[in-house]
């Protein structure tokens, strides 16, 4: 048995994990990584993650830590865990749901278990398979496992991503975490800006991976594996978000959709796999109503659904939420907000964001999960079926692109220059005039583009070349061409759905410590879509017809032919209106401010004074990302430079504090 220590935190129940963290040797003689005491910083960083439980381990070479929210075998589940011999240690975030048909076969094959929780079957299955046990399980996970035979360490991420995980080497150290406060908290890593990366942000509303908005720190790819052993780290993908290629010839939309009601229903019945209070999100559109109805449908009793709006937000949709949930038998929750009043302390939500997202429905999805948490600790919610069925207005724009290949590009482009009186019109016709998917992807819903980026730009970012944006989205794109609609589904998916909103969703909920679970994002369905003939996703304007097919089935006519209104997409003018009358014109206006060494204060005044006598959307978008940049830049840094310094005892007794 090696030299380690697996240390219980003190007080907590035994409980399935929710934030991961560690620092492994790459070469050289094993050595002592990181004291217990800053292990626990690092890991107590994320104790919103998992409340209920802390749980370590250390030996030369490895430190890992893990916060666990108790969701599968309360009383069991104490992590790490560990296999028969000891000598393979594994922690786990997120759920595994076929954990008990792996336990069954692992069993067969003389494996011993001491509980049911679902991360126990990881240490065992890496004994048996290797590094293929990321391609057996099914779930949404972050995985790290120490192989103390071979000196290996491996790192895995969930196919979709649904689940985060940052890295990054210093020197011959890998450190890793669940989110980027817990990274720094270690004490190891560097500050540094990664200037790219903000002109990514402010370009798109996001950081895409595996870029993050510090230099050096990665993001590990959804699918993704990591290998730390020989004195080398390896990165490599167990899984690829598929390509699309429709099936030839097409069959009906009935026979579709009669395939897809199969696979949600699989995945909904995998996704209730709980030991504790579940429910779900309830917009009172298509996509959650019909995850609802099909909860309704595998329960016994009522399902547990919730709901939040603004009260000036004229496309609240409560009400077709409320009349959703009375249709299926719900106990409903809502909650109804104003702009005006004191909901939101900005730093604070910046903070559990982790990485800079300019996109306000994730204050929504906060202010949804701090609801629900106070009656369940897992929900479920229709994220992603936009992304795989399209669902959104630029969706439409895709879908109609073929039909106008006859006109020639001189004049498609002649009339993205004409001054169309409606900024939707204005982007539908610059999606016209673009030549590729990556340039159609920005002509919809880009931010920062043209010449508003000159004017704001200044210092290391007025260096960047403004076609670097496009050039990273070509990257993502590949060899991904052809239809419209696929190309921009494609791009959608593997860009904003996994480093937007699956990221503003993980950490608006586990701030609250609520795990959020995503049926449509199942891989089984993503492989599924991807076969999909475009036609049966959008036509005629028609968005997610054959999703709309199997809802038909299941729900009120009205909600299956509602048009898509997006969540909170109405609000953010009203919002930022408001919050501009207080302390947040304020600091744009601050000649102190953290962002002025990037971008021209001047200019963003102007745009402020601009936008305070004529709002619109394209301006509030610019200033909401410009905000939350401050924030980041200000507030977030220094908290989380305040948590590497943290006094840490020494080993004889009395503190340390890290230089």
Known sequence: MPDVAIVDGPGYSAPDVCGICGVVQVGGDPREVLSQARLDVM???????????????????????????????????????VSEDGRIVAIQNGELYN?????????????????????EIIPHLYERDGLRFAQLVRGKFAIAVWDGHRRRAVLARDRLGVKPLYWTRVDDLVVFASELKALLASGLVDAELDYEAIDLYLSLGFVPGPRTVLAG????APGGLLEIADGDVRESLFWEYPHPEPEHPARTISEYAEE?????????????????????????????????????????????????GFREDHANELADARHIARALGCEHHELELSVTEPTLDLDEFVWHLDE?????????????????????????????????????????????????????????????????????????????????????????????????????YRGRLAAIPESFVHSELEAFRGSVNGDPLSSMLYLDARLGLVDDMLLYFDRTSMAHSLEVRVPYLDHRIVEWAARLPPSMKVRGGITKRVLREVGSTLLPSETVHKRKIGFFRFALGTWLG?????????????????????????????????????????????LFAILVLESWLTSFRARADALSRTAVPHASGGLRRTP
């Not at 720190?217 to 590990?220: A, C, D, G, N």
């Not at 019945?269 to 609802?292: E, K, N, Y």
């Not at 000649?591 to 060494?597: I, K, L």
Request: a neutral charge.
């Open 578 to 622: 408001a919050q501009l009358e207080e302390t947040a014109g304020e600091r744009l206006r601050d000649p102190r401010a953290a962002y002025r060494e990037l971008l021209d204060g001047t200019e963003v005044e102007s745009l402020l004074r601009r936008y305070r006598s004529a709002p619109a959307e394209d301006e509030a978008r610019v």
């Open 43 to 81: 890991t107590d960083a994320m104790a919103h993650r998992g409340p209920n439980d802390r749980g370590a381990f250390t030996a030369a070479g490895i430190a890992l830590g893990v916060r666990r929210l108790s969701i599968v075998d309360v009383e069991g589940g104490h992590q790490p865990f």
């Open 99 to 119: 954990h008990e048909e792996l336990r069954r076969e692992l069993s067969r094959a003389g494996h011993e278990f001491r509980s049911h929780c679902d991360t």
């Open 356 to 456: 800079p997202v300019a996109d306000l429905s994730a204050l929504g999805f906060d202010l949804l999960s701090r609801l629900a948490s106070e009656y369940v600790t897992v929900a479920l919610s229709g994220q992603g079926a936009d992304e795989l069925f399209g669902g959104y207005r630029k969706h439409r724009v895709a879908s109609t692109l073929r039909l106008l290949d006859g006109i020639p590009g001189a004049a498609r482009r002649g009339l993205a220059r004409l001054p169309w009186p409606h900024r939707g019109l204005q982007r539908a016709v610059r999606a016209l005039a673009a030549d590729d998917p990556s340039e159609r992807l920005l002509a919809v819903s880009g931010r920062l583009l043209g010449k508003s980026r000159t004017e704001l």
């Open 260 to 308: 897809l009601l199969e696979l949600l229903r699989l995945a909904v019945r995998d996704r209730l796999m709980s030991d504790v209070p579940i429910g779900a999100m309830l917009s009172g559109g298509l996509d959650s109503s019909l995850i609802v109805a099909l909860m309704a449908e595998a329960s016994t009793g009522p399902t547990v659904t919730f709901s939040v």
């Open 217 to 220: 720190v990665r993001k590990l």
